[in-house]
């Protein structure tokens, strides 16, 4: 028998063990669940070529039954619509033939392929409205090192997607769950490598014949998966890296949702970015405070602002914990996927006009408005330049995001040169933002007339600052345009 190619619609949602105990308690799901026993072996060669080409191989018993799935990557932002291709097989050992992508992508190499690592899971299974949903409760084992797994995934049988959404509403109401953005197979990839730290900003993957709409699914749902990647460590280990990347994700997310406005209602827009600044500033005042503390000196005051942090720290996790941003990142989710802005006829010329022509115009209107922003930079007054500053990120983050459709040789030589003056006057606006800043921060701690202070509000430094930024900004003015 050959592997079955076929697409797979579900969400997945995060939750406590606690959490999954009192969600299948609670009877949202009807009738008696299917008990099932898995137990799955994923296989790559040594040097993790799958993984690095977007695909998992496992073999999964249920039971006496075994099937052998190969995934391709998804959206990964809490709706999957993947492809993967199935067939039963007799033991725990992989057949590959051509009826799967495995054998052109390998070659040779398909003798190597081995065990990497397991997933021993305990399934329960409703079929309930087209929705089949599981509840999983297992660990992820890769040599010495494991991870738990609990997690509900809605596969869509039959219907509209629409209905998983739903769903997720009603069991969030009974337990707290987060959209999911990590498979079974990437968690095991990730035991096989240094201990979790914070994620960075993922290079986007776009494709030059795209048009405009699906390129902001992809990198809206970039941004998602960025701080979703960030939240967990920021709430179980107060980790001040992860909550910068997480910050960092927000402003991007937010930062597409200005540079693809044409797209949809000025409403839907500035609600979204309301409740994302939201999040942001409640992340922002322990980040102000992870900042003031690295520049203080062992003594009276950094115990202030160590304290005040913690108190921060507070604030920011309870934030992450509120019903009100779980909701904003399932409603984003949800609005990426089938919200009613890719049906809207007004606007369809705009959706499909392609990623290229869009990503051209938008670069060109966005470096515009920093090149006139920043003439006689030394002039601004401190709130000018602030958003200046502004402008230059979100011209930074559209540089990121449209890289890939920008391919050619010279194309990439000259988006190097460009962003490398844009970082340099994104920094030297950065240090002034700082420096306006801290005067403010230090004040609201009740700090501002502490002795020990003086060297943070750093007032020598302001004209020294001010001339590199001038020089920062003439040399981004004279970069070549890759777009052109």
């Given at each position: ?15 406590a063990p606690d959490s999954a105990d009192q969600l299948e308690a609670s009877g949202l799901f009807a009738g008696e669940p299917d008990l099932i026993a898995q137990h799955a072996i994923y296989f790559d060669t040594p040097d993790h ?404 202070a003086s060297h943070l509000l750093g007032h020598d430094k302001k004209a020294d600052l001010l001339e590199a930024a001038a020089e920062a900004y003439e040399t981004f003015v004279d970069a070549k345009r890759f777009w052109r």
């Amino acid at each position: 028998m050959t592997a079955v190619a076929n697409e797979e619609a579900e969400l997945k949602l995060e939750l406590a063990p606690d959490s999954a105990d009192q969600l299948e308690a609670s009877g949202l799901f009807a009738g008696e669940p299917d008990l099932i026993a898995q137990h799955a072996i994923y296989f790559d060669t040594p040097d993790h070529d799958l993984s690095k080409a977007g695909l998992s191989l496992r073999v999964r018993r249920d039971g006496s039954k075994r099937v052998q799935t190969v995934k391709a990557d998804g959206p990964s932002a809490g709706m999957f619509i993947r492809p993967e291709w199935e067939r039963p097989v007799p033991d725990d050992e992989p057949i590959i033939d051509h009826t799967t992508p495995i054998p052109a992508l390998l070659g040779d190499r398909i003798a190597s392929l081995a065990p990497v690592f397991t997933v021993d899971n305990e399934r329960r299974l409703w079929v309930q409205g087209g929705i089949e949903i599981t509840l999983d409760r297992g660990h992820v084992i890769a040599a010495e090192r494991e991870t738990p797994v609990c997690e509900v995934e809605l596969e869509l049988k039959e219907g509209s997607a629409a209905a998983l959404f739903a769903l997720a509403r009603q069991i969030d109401a009974i337990a707290p769950v987060r959209i999911g953005v990590s498979s079974k197979a990437e968690r095991g990839y990730r035991l096989l490598g240094p201990a979790p730290t914070a994620t960075k900003a993922p290079r986007v993957v776009l494709e030059t014949e795209m048009d405009a709409g699906k390129a902001f699914q992809a990198i809206a749902a970039a941004c998602l998966r960025h701080f979703r990647l960030n939240e967990p460590l920021v709430l179980d280990h107060r980790d001040g890296a992860a909550l910068h990347q997480s910050r960092v994700a927000i402003r991007r997310l937010r930062s597409a949702l200005t540079l693809f406005k044409t797209l949809f209602p000025d409403e839907t827009r500035r609600r979204f970015n309301g409740e994302l600044r939201w999040v942001a500033g409640e992340l922002g005042k322990a980040r102000d405070l992870d900042v003031l503390a690295d520049q203080a000196s062992e003594g009276p005051l950094l115990d202030r602002i160590r304290t005040a942090r913690d108190d921060a720290y507070l604030g920011a996790i309870a934030a992450l914990d509120s019903r009100r941003a779980r909701m904003l990142m399932l409603d984003l989710s949800e609005w990426l996927v089938i919200g009613d802005w890719l049906t809207d006829e007004d606007r369809r010329a705009l959706r499909e006009a392609t990623a290229r022509e869009f990503a051209a115009n938008a670069l060109e209107r966005f470096r515009r408005k920093v090149k006139k922003g920043g003439r006689r930079l030394e002039k601004l007054d401190d709130h000018a330049r602030h958003e200046v500053r502004k402008t230059a990120k979100k011209l930074r983050y559209a540089t990121d995001f449209f890289v890939a459709l920008f391919p050619e040789k010279r194309e990439r030589r000259r988006h190097k040169r460009f962003v490398s003056a844009l970082e340099e006057l994104q920094d030297r606006l950065g240090l002034l933002n700082d420096l306006v800043g801290a005067p403010e921060l230090l004040d609201n701690l009740g700090l501002a007339d502490a002795p020990e202070a003086s060297h943070l509000l750093g007032h020598d430094k302001k004209a020294d600052l001010l001339e590199a930024a001038a020089e920062a900004y003439e040399t981004f003015v004279d970069a070549k345009r890759f777009w052109r």
